[in-house]
Structure formats: structure tokens, C-alpha cells
């Protein structure tokens, strides 16, 4: 009986796994355009921006060494302005469509990355689509505080398409 179940289990979870589609880049992103202020849209609620309430925005900034400097603001609960300050290094570096970030230093040492998958783009760089390939984490970007509904249709329609669903994600205020 415990086998049949067993097998039964793993079954279940192949089937719910093959279900799921591949998270899918988009073909590549210009890096000296990706750079630059982007204003956080929308996104999946997350913990570690559990204290900001408005005013999200990311700074990303060409590093010599080939990485990317990432500034993180809001304003938090109490009207202050939070930060946090990362590196993202890219991980495709043919097509410089998929990064991990890392906001956790011990000594120049960062044991934890986060992914961050390019998974739509406006054609003029005027917003970007990131997400995870577990689809736990997503955000909207946007180079102003807001889109417009053809934009927001483009967006939905890439999220839909990723396997998102975006009635999930949270407009963000400014």
C-alpha cells in the first residue's frame, strides 16, 4: 500500500511540475539601456519589501568589472527613506537576459543570490517584466511612475503568457 501511494505521490508532483512552463527570457537586453533609474510599477508581495509603502525605485549602474550596482529606496512606514545597495551579476552573458542580485555582504563574501529574469521589455526600454523561474518573486518596472493601458495590456499579456497571474501583482504607490 505504501508503494502504491508513493508512486501515486510522485506521479501527482511530475504532473504538476510538467505543467508548469519553462520561464522564458526575453531574447536579449542592452545593457547600457537597462541601466539607469526604474520605478517599481507593481509586484508579487514579497517580505524583504515588507516595509515600504511608497516611492520604490531600483538604480542600476554599469560596474567595470562587469557587474551592476543596485540601489533599492522607498519610503517606509514611518516616512523615511530605506535603501538597500547590491550587486547583480549576470549569468547569461551571451544574451545578458538572466542575473542574480545579492543584498547580503560578510566581508565581501555574498553566499545568497537571487534570481532575476528579464521576461519582457518595452521595445524603447520604457518598462521591463522580471521574474523568477518559480514564479514566487515578479515586478513590473517602469522608467515613470505609469503606464499606459496599452502598455499594461503588452505586460499582462507576457505575464500571462510566463505562467504569472497578474491579478496577483500589487500596484505600487508614488
Known amino acids: 500500500m505504501k508503494v502504491i ?8 508532483i511530475n ?18 539601456k537597462y541601466a539607469g533609474l526604474w520605478y517599481e510599477y507593481s509586484k508579487l508581495p ?5 516595509q515600504c509603502i511608497s516611492g520604490t525605485t531600483a538604480q542600476y549602474k ?17 516616512g523615511e527613506k530605506d535603501y538597500v545597495k547590491g ?4 549569468v547569461d552573458k551571451k544574451n545578458f537576459t538572466k542575473l542574480e542580485v545579492s ?10 543570490w537571487g534570481d532575476y529574469w528579464v521576461i519582457g521589455l518595452g521595445k524603447d526600454y520604457e518598462y521591463s517584466v522580471v521574474g523568477t523561474p518559480s514564479r514566487k518573486y515578479g ?5 515613470s511612475p505609469d503606464l499606459s493601458s496599452e502598455q499594461l495590456a503588452e505586460i499582462n499579456k507576457i505575464l500571462i503568457e510566463q ?4 491579478k496577483k501583482f500589487v500596484k505600487s504607490k508614488h
Do not use: H, M
Open 5 to 12: 501511494i508513493s508512486v501515486i505521490f510522485l506521479i501527482t
Open 15 to 32: 504532473t504538476i511540475s510538467l505543467g508548469q512552463k519553462d520561464l522564458k527570457t526575453v531574447p536579449s537586453v542592452d545593457l547600457k
Open 46 to 50: 514579497n517580505k524583504f519589501q515588507s
Open 62 to 78: 554599469l560596474l567595470p568589472d562587469g557587474n551592476i550596482e543596485v540601489i533599492n529606496t522607498c519610503i517606509d512606514e514611518d
Open 87 to 90: 550587486i547583480a551579476r549576470i
Open 103 to 112: 543584498f547580503f555582504s560578510i566581508l565581501g563574501w555574498r553566499p545568497i
Open 139 to 143: 515586478w513590473i518596472l517602469s522608467r
Open 163 to 166: 505562467g504569472y497571474d497578474p
